[in-house]
């Protein structure tokens, strides 16, 4: 994915007038979505939704703390011959330890998952109240190699342009 900014229009006549001409343009732009009140909402954009991000921090980190913790509490009970699930057998009760330990690594992820912010986050988060504020918001996703409009941007007199990524 290229460069994606997000141009905040305070009037739904100009959002539409950007919108008609950046679809004409040659290449085109790989996404361009108007969001707002009788238009696309923002939750229903992954790119501008902070639940979904948070969602795959989370699962990105789900995927090396399950395993972790599962040979951290297995380590941990051969480590310390403390006898918590001697009830289970001896080999039953390190396997407990380390179905506890991968337990404890899958809420590990949504913990730091949760406590992790962004820098886009706080843009997302900025847009959003500019939404609120009767504003409209113009994504645009240029493909790789192909430079953002900027010109284009410009003239639609924005409010603001919020750059993404580049």
């Given at each position: 994915?290229?460069?994606?900014?997000?141009?905040?229009?305070?009037?739904?006549?100009?959002?539409?007038?950007?919108?008609?001409?950046?679809?004409?343009?040659?290449?085109?732009?790989?996404?361009?979505?108007?969001?707002?009140?009788?238009?696309?909402?923002i939750n229903d954009l992954e790119r501008l939704n902070p639940?979904?991000?948070?969602?795959?921090?989370?699962?990105?980190?789900?995927?090396?703390?399950?395993?972790?913790?599962?040979?951290?509490?297995?380590?941990?009970?051969?480590?310390?011959?403390?006898?918590?699930?001697?009830?289970?057998?001896?080999?039953?009760?390190?396997?407990?330890?380390?179905?506890?330990?991968?337990?404890?690594?899958?809420?590990?992820?949504?913990?730091?998952?949760?406590?992790?912010?962004?820098?886009?986050?706080?843009?997302?988060?900025?847009?959003?109240?500019?939404?609120?504020?009767?504003?409209?918001?113009?994504?645009?996703?240029?493909?790789?190699?192909?430079?953002?409009?900027?010109?284009?941007?410009?003239q639609a007199k924005p409010k603001a342009v919020v750059r993404?990524?580049?």
């Amino acid at each position: 994915m290229g460069a994606s900014v997000v141009v905040v229009l305070g009037d739904r006549k100009r959002l539409h007038q950007l919108r008609d001409r950046l679809g004409e343009q040659v290449p085109p732009m790989a996404q361009v979505v108007s969001v707002g009140e009788g238009e696309t909402s923002i939750n229903d954009l992954e790119r501008l939704n902070p639940a979904v991000a948070r969602r795959n921090r989370q699962r990105s980190m789900a995927r090396w703390l399950i395993p972790f913790g599962f040979f951290a509490g297995l380590t941990f009970t051969y480590i310390t011959d403390l006898d918590t699930f001697a009830f289970f057998g001896e080999w039953s009760q390190h396997l407990v330890g380390a179905l506890l330990g991968l337990g404890s690594g899958w809420m590990g992820s949504f913990a730091a998952a949760a406590s992790v912010t962004s820098e886009e986050d706080d843009r997302i988060r900025s847009l959003r109240n500019r939404l609120e504020e009767g504003n409209w918001l113009l994504l645009i996703e240029a493909p790789n190699g192909i430079e953002m409009p900027w010109t284009t941007l410009q003239q639609a007199k924005p409010k603001a342009v919020v750059r993404l990524n580049d």
